[in-house]
């Protein structure tokens, strides 16, 4: 069965349409203010807020209700931006202070502050929206095969790793490909070679450390001799990752094509 994406998008936008939070609630005070039965939201609204729209209602009536229309309208159409925004508020800094929302956004973040109808509709539109590159980037891969297991954090460290290059956080991709390698490593070391790391790094060996370690006792170890070339090309991007900045597409897939071999090499037999 294909999956289309485009039909899956069109869906979305549609259930936004009808049920943009606020929509129905703007279409309500409107429809009750142009048809006369105002007062009935005295049942519904506090106090204050009931005075106050009543005052401006019987300052201008047809105003009033234009008003209502248009903040519903708005809400309806602006709705999936809108959502998005109130996402991306969530992942970075805001400053305090720095402009003021219109006022549909905030009668519509008030009145959706439990049902969380925003923030489903960003997370669906923007998930929606990697499904593809996801995909390609999928087909880049084959499977891991390796002859011996490593560890339950190993392979999460991989998953996580992996998944972030799916899902385009490649920077975190290139992180996590260190941490699976040097949680990798740690579990394939002798034992007394594994004692004198922790007792010479306090427990906090790097990649890095480990490396070093590896290649003064290769034999020792009983580790591929490619392993340390591939593990240090994962270490560099790790570093750059780390110190220097976002990556690209193209060097978070590097670094984790070059992570699965090294694994593969690590752990052969």
């Excluded at 007062?39 to 009543?54: I, S």
């Excluded at 402009?99 to 519509?108: D, L, N, R, T, V």
């Excluded at 740690?186 to 007792?199: A, G, M, N, V």
């Excluded at 009983?222 to 070339?229: E, S």
Aim: charge should be negative; include cysteine.
């Amino acid at each position: 069965m294909a999956i289309e994406i485009d039909r899956l998008s069109e869906l979305l936008l549609k259930m936004a349409d009808e049920n943009a939070p606020g929509r129905e609630f703007s279409m309500a005070i409107a429809e009750l203010a142009r048809t006369e039965r105002f007062a009935q939201l005295k049942e519904v609204l506090p106090a204050v807020v009931y005075d106050e729209l009543w005052e401006r209602y019987e300052r201008d009536a047809n105003g009033f209700v234009e008003e209502w229309e248009h903040l519903a309208h708005e809400m309806q159409h602006g709705f999936i931006q809108h959502a998005r925004q109130r996402l991306t508020s969530l992942t970075r800094l805001q400053q305090a202070g720095n402009g003021h929302a219109p006022a549909w956004k905030s009668i519509q973040r008030a009145l959706d502050s439990r049902q969380n109808d925003l923030l489903r509709a960003a997370v669906a539109a923007e998930f929606l929206d990697l499904i593809e590159p996801a995909v390609a980037r999928a087909t880049h891969l084959r499977e891991c095969v390796v002859a011996s297991p490593s560890s339950e954090d190993a392979d999460r460290y991989l998953d996580e790793a992996t998944r972030c290059y799916f899902f385009a956080l490649f920077t975190a991709c290139a992180v996590m490909c260190r941490s699976v390698l040097e949680e990798a490593i740690k579990q394939k070391l002798p034992e007394p070679l594994r004692k004198l790391i922790r007792s010479r790094y306090r427990n906090a060996a790097t990649l890095g450390n480990l490396l070093h370690e590896v290649n003064n006792n290769l034999l020792a170890t009983g580790i591929a001799p490619d392993f340390p070339r591939l593990a240090n090309q994962v270490n560099d991007i790790g570093k750059k990752a780390v110190h220097q900045g976002l990556l690209s597409e193209d060097e978070a897939r590097a670094c984790l094509q070059n992570a699965r071999e090294a694994l593969q090499l690590l752990l052969q037999g």
